[in-house]
């Protein structure tokens, strides 16, 4: 691919038309053209609608004077940093030099304006150019364009782990602000650099408000820091309470929230993240355990170093030997639910071997009772289901110190990694973290939080005002979760409508004996015969459906010990119903096909779809 420029909002992409590997010189209607840049900017831009739409192109050569329409689509790839050209409705047996070169002209529309195309063909060097209209713009309405293209649909997408639109509160969070923002005693500090373990207010309502939904004795604010929600919050731990040096691998519970993988890398454990297989139970203790009595009496990478080289952690951190990385309830992707026993089983592994547990505890205030199809229209209030299964570091805390605690102090060997991005909103950025009175101030004590104070103070401080009122327990009651419950319902009556007759496992229950679920996602196994990589991408040029596959839940670097060929996560949480019914609908089509032996009817682009899904949670 060439290199690209933007020019007062013009895109020029040039795709090469590479042969060379076709002996009879001929492109046939599988072949497909894709063309990646970094276009982020423009496609965010609130002055532009979208890029360019439908264009046609002769492409022609010096062996043929034979020329043929080819339309193209160029779309907004799922991850907002790709442009792909689509090329319908092709026909067979179309010469092409080698060096024969198509060059899209792609110019950005504005919004309540119809696109203007320009598309141009650089024929190579002996090529002669056959009624090359380079100078025509054809502006298009879109009615026209569905006309000229009576294929093309709608983008479904059955990746993105966003909440839907209409589960953002607005108006709890206007109000909320505008209480903070007309008192001076409470606008005045939350509008200047935080204290080190965060909001105040919000520590003691969290506090009160942890301990109630998992009926334990409250914490104390001393064990509770705020963050900048889950992602930074991982970066920061990594920060203060790891040395590469020392710290001899990461443990990821598989099918892994595979975006968690980049954050231990940066960290610097690339090539060293490892994968524990999940069971019916959570995770397979028997294989970690194997796997840490494997790297006794050696280091990560080998030089068998013996202390931090890098960090000195005292006075107010530790580092430890090993991270583990778990979402113990309703994990993504899969769903499922750690069991009692097996969370108290894996604190007492961790103390054993001086591992920290990183817990993902962000859908525990996300589950209810499972309905069936014909309940899914119903829309009844679902309160909080007490007690919640107790987080990880409810059960490590009152277990005391270890030999691994430096004297004096208690770091504990689990924490809860919480945030409000899936219970208020994303945007607020704001979470935080529960362990011992000692790792709390340690978190605080990482040097971002020394010099800045805390991160999110206003965030807090607008999430303490709903917190406080009652307002946040009232919307998951009456809106978040009932909304989910719902979709849940709906999404899996199509699956079993859709997907049923080819065999398809799916979890209907996160926890293991008991009726309720919980999260954004559905975990398919596919059967024998289908592969999740080839389905989805299937699924994207034939359906223009978005679907992650199982391998890109694969924990990075060492996806061979854990895989997922047959696998798909499919999100409820995003689209409206219409929408995720169709989508759904559109997969079980792919799939008949993929059944009958048939190949791909339609083909509108291509789609690395495993490396596309890092675009979303």
């Known amino acids: 691919m060439k290199s690209y420029e933007h020019l007062h909002g013009v895109v020029f992409c040039d795709i090469d038309v590479d042969t060379s590997s076709l002996s009879s010189m001929t492109l046939n209607p599988l072949r497909r053209f894709s063309c990646k840049r970094p276009t982020h900017h423009l496609l965010q831009s609130p002055q532009y609608s979208r890029i360019a739409w439908l264009t046609s192109a002769q492409l022609f050569s010096r062996k043929s004077v034979t020329t043929s329409k080819f339309s193209f689509e160029a779309i907004r790839n799922i991850s907002g940093s790709e442009l792909k050209e689509k090329h319908m ?35 190579g060097p002996s090529t002669s150019t056959i009624n090359n209209n380079q100078n025509n713009k054809t502006q298009l309405p879109s009615s026209k364009m569905e006309e000229q293209n009576p294929n093309s649909k709608k983008q479904i997408n059955l990746l993105r782990g966003w909440p839907s639109p209409s589960l953002l509160p607005n108006d709890l969070l206007s109000s909320g602000t505008q209480r903070l923002l007309s008192n001076p005693s409470i606008y005045i500090p939350a509008l200047q650099y935080g204290p080190d373990p965060g909001y105040l207010p919000l520590r003691e309502e969290l506090a009160a408000w942890l301990g109630k939904a998992y009926q334990v004795a409250s914490p104390t604010t001393e064990e509770i820091c705020i963050t900048g929600g889950a992602s930074q919050s991982i970066a920061n731990l990594l920060v203060s309470f790891t040395d590469p040096s020392y710290t001899k691998a990461v443990w990821c519970i598989a099918p892994c929230y595979f975006l968690a993988c980049p954050i231990f890398e940066d960290a610097g454990f690339r090539g060293r993240l490892r994968a524990v297989p999940e069971d019916g139970e959570g995770v397979d203790l028997e294989f970690l355990r194997k796997g840490l009595e494997g790297f006794e009496g050696t280091n990560g990478d080998g030089d068998g170093c013996e202390m931090p080289k890098y960090k000195d952690p005292s006075p107010d951190r530790k580092i430890y030997r090993h991270i583990i990385y778990a979402v113990p309830t309703c994990a993504n992707p899969s769903g499922k639910s750690m069991s009692l026993r097996r969370r108290q089983a894996l604190v007492n ?61 208690h770091f504990g060997h689990a924490i809860s990694n919480g945030s409000f991005s899936k219970l208020v909103a994303p945007g607020l950025r704001t979470g935080w973290v529960h362990g011992t009175a000692d790792f709390a101030n340690g978190v605080a004590a990482t040097g971002a939080s020394r010099s800045g104070g805390a991160p999110s103070q206003l965030s807090a401080a607008i999430v303490h005002q709903i917190l406080a009122s009652g307002e946040l327990d009232h919307y998951l009651e009456h809106k978040v979760r009932p909304d989910l419950q719902s979709r849940h319902a709906i999404a899996t009556a199509a699956v079993k409508r859709e997907l049923g007759w080819a065999g398809i496992e799916l979890l209907e229950s996160s926890e293991r004996g008991k009726e309720t679920f919980g999260g954004y996602f559905l975990w398919l196994t596919l059967p024998e015969g289908f592969d999740g990589k080839e389905l989805a991408e299937r699924a994207l040029r034939e359906e223009n459906l978005i679907i992650a596959p199982g391998c890109s839940f694969e924990v990075a670097g060492h996806e061979e010990a854990v895989r997922f060929p047959r696998n798909l996560r499919l999100t409820y949480s995003w689209l409206d119903e219409a929408d995720l019914v169709e989508g759904i609908e559109r997969l079980g089509a792919v799939m008949r096909r993929m059944a009958a032996g048939e190949k791909e009817s339609l083909v509108i682009g291509s789609q690395q779809v495993e490396g596309a899904a890092a675009a979303f949670k």
């Open 349 to 409: 592994l961790a103390r054993e071997y001086d591992a920290l547990i990183i817990c993902d505890d962000v859908y525990d205030f996300l589950q209810w009772p499972v309905l069936s199809s014909s309940d899914a229209s119903k829309y009844s209030p679902v309160p909080t289901p007490y007690p919640l299964l107790p987080r990880l570091s409810d059960i490590d805390i009152p277990l005391g110190r270890t030999r691994f605690d430096p004297p004096g102090q």
């Open 89 to 123: 409705n092709s026909s067979p047996g179309i010469h092409l030099d080698k060096s024969t070169q198509l060059d899209i002209h792609l110019e950005v529309v504005s919004k309540n304006s119809h696109p203007v195309i320009n598309p141009r063909i650089q024929p």
